[in-house]
């Protein structure tokens, strides 16, 4: 195991009381596997998610450790979590992110906070050097080329992107990368000497349009578009010579399409190729599009 892996998944660890951290590892290792999540809910059995299996720990968390957990996660400052954990998430600063829920409170159809947390999923960034080779050579083809990746939920889109970015803003390629890290879990775990720049928990669309106006990169990456907005930032974005790498919800090219505005996105020109992503024991199983703005019977 890469020490990458063993400090990101330790660092989740330590979030835990030590009978539910040893639990998980005791458990990892029976499995011989890699924790990708962590998910905890109050008197139900701990579940660790290693490959494409939900295990159980044979322990349970209490209320009181959950919010404990909680609370530590949040660095005993639910307040300074309060927008994002509306939105259903918490990031720390190493790039972890913990998937929420609990309680709404609303007023005129918006979350005002969400109370009374009962499900805390940890989901621990992973590298995975070299996963990412493949997407690299279609994005460097002839210069750069816009792609965009898709697959269902917990798969790997965002490992991905943080295999692009971790191959292509370093030597021998050194491309200036800005990365749209809207929930702060693309770059924290990157380090050494690489060319990008994280504009990290700008909102996707305002963060390419900043990038696109002031950083002058060749290169814009940003995890799971699901607006008009975002689709108009990147045509704004390619119309102005910068191509952009996103990702997307989606099990096939035709689900990706049935969305009005991804299918005239897709239309448009803006993405060179579209990649599904799918596990595989080296990194990713690829199935590759190439997409033609003339050729629309792709979707």
């Known amino acids: ?53 939900n295990i159980p720990c044979g322990i349970s968390p209490t ?23 509306k939105e259903g998430y918490i990031c720390t600063e190493g790039g972890i992110r913990i998937g929420v829920c609990g309680r709404a409170v609303t007023e005129g159809g918006k979350i005002l906070s969400v109370t009374d947390i009962s499900s805390i999923a940890i989901r621990i960034p992973h590298r995975i050097p070299g996963a990412a080779d493949g997407i690299c050579r279609l994005i460097m083809e002839d210069g750069f080329r816009g792609a ?9 889109k965002t490992t991905a992107l943080r295999e692009i970015t971790a191959r292509l803003a370093g030597k021998p390629y050194n491309i200036r990368i800005a990365v749209i890290d809207t929930r702060f879990e693309i770059c ?6 690489l060319t990008f720049d994280a504009l990290s928990g700008y909102p ?30 990147i045509y704004t974005s390619f119309g102005a010579g910068v191509p952009t790498v996103v990702t997307a919800h989606a099990g096939s090219l035709e689900e990706l ?43």
């Open 1 to 53: 195991m890469e020490k990458g892996k063993d400090f990101n998944e330790e660092a989740a660890l330590a979030y835990l009381p030590n009978r539910l951290s040893e639990a998980a590892r005791r458990t990892a290792a029976l499995y011989h596997g890699v924790i990708g999540e962590v998910r905890l809910r109050a008197g139900c059995p701990m579940f660790l998610s290693i490959g494409n299996k």
């Open 63 to 85: 209320a009181d450790e959950l919010a404990m957990i909680l609370r530590s996660l949040c660095g005993n400052s639910l307040y300074c979590h309060s927008e994002t954990i």
């Open 148 to 156: 965009i990746l898709y697959s269902p939920p917990g798969v790997g």
């Open 188 to 193: 924290g775990s990157l380090g050494g000497e």
């Open 204 to 233: 996707r669309a305002k963060g390419m349009e900043t990038a696109v106006r002031t950083l002058s990169p060749q290169l814009i990456l940003c995890d799971e578009i699901g607006s008009e907005e975002d689709a108009q930032a």
């Open 257 to 299: 399409c049935v969305r009005p505005f991804m299918r005239k996105l897709i239309d448009s020109g803006a993405f060179t190729y579209a990649v599904g992503l799918e596990r595989s024991q080296s990194g990713f199983a690829l199935d590759i599009s190439r997409l033609s703005a003339n050729e629309t019977a792709v979707c």
